[in-house]
């Protein structure tokens, strides 16, 4: 089993090629350019191991307003550029829901806002339920 990790001081990032997901784990408050540069770092691994599952883990997660507003709309509509999906060619995203509120109302906003055919976001109560969940999705 290969792994490859970025460990920054708010921010674990993982891409797991056993089980083919990207696992961003926030650790507590990010500072921006920490934040922007682990997602930016993470769209390149999706990419590079053309990887459309993703994990992840919010609990702890804390972050500024603009830079949410940031991985929303710029990071999204990017990742979607580089790695497009569809039907055919889907994408999931497993979240562990976070335990502060304004995350957490902010997930459920993206989720809304972001459904389409080929992209499917599952909110977890346990990384344990979320990875259980995106090996299922495996092909």
């Known amino acids: 089993m290969t792994s490859v990790k970025?460990?920054?001081?708010?921010?674990?990032?993982e891409y797991n090629e056993a089980d083919q997901f990207i696992y961003i784990k926030f650790l507590k408050a990010s500072p921006s350019e920490e934040f922007r540069t682990m997602w930016k770092i993470a769209l390149d691994m999706a990419v590079e191991w053309q990887c459309r599952r993703w994990l992840?883990?919010?609990?702890?997660?804390?972050?500024?307003?603009?830079?949410?507003?940031?991985?929303?709309?710029?990071?999204?509509?990017?990742?979607?550029?580089?790695?497009?999906?569809?039907?055919?060619?889907?994408?999931?995203?497993?979240?562990?829901?976070?335990?502060?509120?304004?995350?957490?109302?902010?997930?459920?906003?993206?989720?809304?806002?972001?459904?389409?055919?080929?992209l499917t976001t599952t909110v977890f109560r346990s990384e344990k339920e979320a990875k259980a969940w995106l090996k299922e999705k495996l092909e």
Request: hydrophobic fraction near 35%.
């Open 6 to 13: 970025k460990i920054a001081k708010t921010i674990h990032l």
């Open 56 to 118: 992840l883990d919010q609990r702890k997660q804390s972050v500024l307003p603009v830079d949410e507003v940031w991985v929303t709309n710029d990071f999204f509509h990017e990742s979607v550029r580089r790695l497009p999906f569809s039907p055919e060619n889907p994408s999931y995203i497993a979240m562990i829901e976070s335990e502060n509120f304004f995350i957490k109302y902010s997930s459920d906003k993206f989720i809304e806002e972001n459904s389409a055919p080929g």
